[in-house]
């Protein structure tokens, strides 16, 4: 399992939205969780401005 926590510091003016079939938290757009290797995951074309991001992951492994 391979989660990503995810932080825009700096979000742009136009365009840069985050895209991803299943997130398991969102706050305000700026902060998301979700599970980078179940879900698909991108962000719309920059139109105007700059993004800034910070995203930290962490592998999971299930014992057996």
Known sequence: KHYRLNFVV???KK???FNCKKI???FK???YIFRADKNYH???TI???SRILLSFGIRLWELK
């Open 10 to 12: 700096k979000a742009p």
């Open 47 to 49: 139109l105007e401005g």
């Open 24 to 26: 398991i938290f969102n």
């Open 29 to 31: 757009n700026r902060i």
């Open 42 to 44: 991108s962000a719309n």
């Open 15 to 17: 365009g840069g939205e």
